[in-house]
C-alpha cells in the first residue's frame, strides 16, 4: 500500500469515479467519501460503494446528513422538482453549501489519516452553474484549510485536487475510459430510480449523454 494518502470524494457519478481513477493513477492510497444527505437520488451511494470498490480503494466510508432539514434543493426537498429542460442561472438542483460541508468533513478525515490530498471532481466547463464547482472557489477553500487545521498550522500543507476543472464532460469521459473506468457502475441522475436507472431527461442526465455522444464512446446508463 502507498504511504502517499489521498481522501477521495465520491459520489458514485461519472465524474467523481474518474477522480478517482485519477488519484489512483498519481499512486495514492485513497480512502473514498460518500454522504448520505437525504438525497432524492440515494441509488448513487450503492454505486460509490460498488465504484469504491472495483477501483480498490483503501475504506469506504458513509457519512450521514440530514440536509433535508434545511432543504432549498430539489434534491433534498420532494416538494421542489426536479427540472427536466435546461434553465437559464443556478438551477433549483444547487444544494445550499453542499460542498462546504463535504469538503469539511473530508477536511477532518484528511488530517486523522495523515493524508496531504483531497480529491473532488468539480467541473466548470460542462457544470449546472453551481457556485461552489468554480475554480476561485477551490483555490479558496484550500487557503482557509491551511489556516484552519493542526496540519496547516505545523507546516503540513493540504492540497484541494480538482484535475476535473477545466475538462469537457468528452473529455472527462476519455480519460475515464484509458484509466479502465467502468461507467456501467455509475449513476448520475438527479431521479435514478431505487434500482439506478437514470430518468434520461434531468440536467445530469442531458450532459452525461451529451458527453458520450462527443466522446465517441458506447453510453452504458440504464435509462427507465
Known amino acids: 500500500m502507498s504511504d502517499k494518502k ?3 470524494l465520491v459520489s458514485g457519478g461519472l465524474d467523481s469515479s474518474t477522480v478517482l481513477a485519477m488519484a489512483g493513477a498519481e499512486g495514492f492510497a485513497c480512502y473514498t467519501l460518500s454522504f448520505d444527505y437525504g438525497q432524492r437520488h440515494r441509488a448513487e451511494l450503492a454505486a460509490a460503494a460498488r465504484v469504491s470498490a472495483a477501483m480498490g480503494a483503501v475504506e469506504h466510508k458513509v457519512v450521514a446528513l440530514d440536509l433535508r432539514c434545511i432543504g432549498g434543493s430539489a434534491l433534498t426537498d420532494d416538494s ?7 434553465s437559464e442561472g443556478i438551477p433549483v438542483t444547487y444544494v445550499p453549501a453542499r460542498n462546504t460541508v ?3 468533513i473530508a477536511l477532518g ?3 486523522v489519516l495523515g493524508a496531504g490530498d483531497i480529491f473532488i471532481g468539480v467541473n466548470a466547463v460542462d457544470y449546472s452553474g453551481y457556485p461552489d464547482c468554480r475554480p476561485e ?4 477553500y484550500e487557503k482557509m484549510a491551511n489556516l484552519a487545521t493542526k496540519a496547516g498550522v505545523e507546516g503540513h500543507s493540504l492540497r484541494i485536487r480538482s484535475p476535473l476543472l477545466t475538462l469537457t464532460k468528452a473529455e472527462i469521459i476519455r480519460r475515464g475510459l484509458a484509466l479502465g473506468v467502468d461507467y456501467g457502475l455509475t449513476v448520475s441522475c438527479y431521479q435514478a430510480s431505487e434500482a439506478g436507472e437514470a430518468c434520461g431527461r434531468c440536467d445530469s442526465c442531458r450532459l452525461r449523454r451529451a458527453g458520450f455522444v462527443e466522446a465517441g ?3 452504458p446508463t440504464r435509462y427507465r
Open 80 to 86: 421542489i422538482a426536479v427540472p427536466e429542460e435546461a
Open 6 to 8: 489521498a481522501v477521495v
Open 102 to 104: 463535504f469538503l469539511s
Open 217 to 219: 464512446a458506447a453510453d
Open 137 to 140: 472557489y477551490i483555490d479558496a
Open 109 to 111: 478525515w484528511a488530517e
